[in-house]
């Protein structure tokens, strides 16, 4: 008699973002288990799925899963949403997917929109491996605190964070990682004001003050781990700077070599300066 539990994962903005499995799983299950059923409405309303809707947020997820899990025990198939994107993925469903796998029930993932993978797609840092951190804490100390614990991991690390608290963000991260790790933001992903960038983190922390547009919407912060310094000879440093000396400014060639090697951009500056020194015919600033 046991039905199949679907967890399908819904648009993140752009409502084409929606996959046609995605549709013809909605329409034919019994039930659909939705994070916020009047938000789950319009997008049901959209492809006209009249599939019956249920709520199963964090507040009652615990007292529905046994009413749930019986249904799928009589052959009921369920599809479980959130709001957007992927469920469980800061989002509720967890305890409902664990209970169904405990009950012998088969789970099926219909994949689809994730904002932590299209920003992690599109900013341009090291992809191949991350850490998926969702939430930073809103209060300020416990949220230095999860940073500090961050700061020398060596892979490229995602963030969810609250328009309102962006900048506040930024700073602490400025703090911790210092201003010159790379970082990507990706806001509003598939809308209309989309914003796809990549700079260091003190540059994001400027043009997210300069620009209130920047301060709203929804957000997902990239930032790369921590590039080990003794991977940089101080020769690769040396060689790469005398190269870019003879086209760039020493500000010029040390943020670039800052940026191609992965080292500080103050180590940077300094060294090409040296070199400068010890090199009578490179041209002034
Ligand atoms: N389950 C969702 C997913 O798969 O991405 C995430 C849900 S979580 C409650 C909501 C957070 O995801 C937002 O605060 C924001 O950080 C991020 N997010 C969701 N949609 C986004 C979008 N279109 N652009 C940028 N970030 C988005």
Known sequence: ?????????????????????????????????????????????????????????????????QQLIEKLKQGQDIALVSDAGTPLISDPGFKLVRAAQENNIRVIPIPGACAAIAALSSVGLPSDHFRFEGFLAAKASQRLQQLEQLQQQPHTMIFYEAPHRILACLKDMCQVFGEDRRVGLAREITKTFETIKQMTLGELYQFVSNDPHQQKGEIVLVVAGLTQPVAVTDDALDQLLGRLRQDLSVKAAAQ????????????????ALELDQNSPDQAED
């Open 1 to 65: 008699m046991s039905a199949q539990l679907f967890v399908v994962a819904t648009p993140i903005g752009h409502l084409d973002d929606m996959t046609f499995r995605a549709v013809q799983v909605l329409k034919s299950v019994d039930l659909i288990a939705a994070e916020d059923t009047r938000q789950s409405a319009q997008l049901m309303k959209h492809y006209q799925i009249d599939t019956p809707l249920t709520a199963c947020h964090d507040h009652n997820e615990s007292s529905v899963i």
């Open 256 to 271: 670039l070599a800052a940026d191609l090697l992965g080292v500080k951009k103050k180590i940077a500056y300094q060294r």
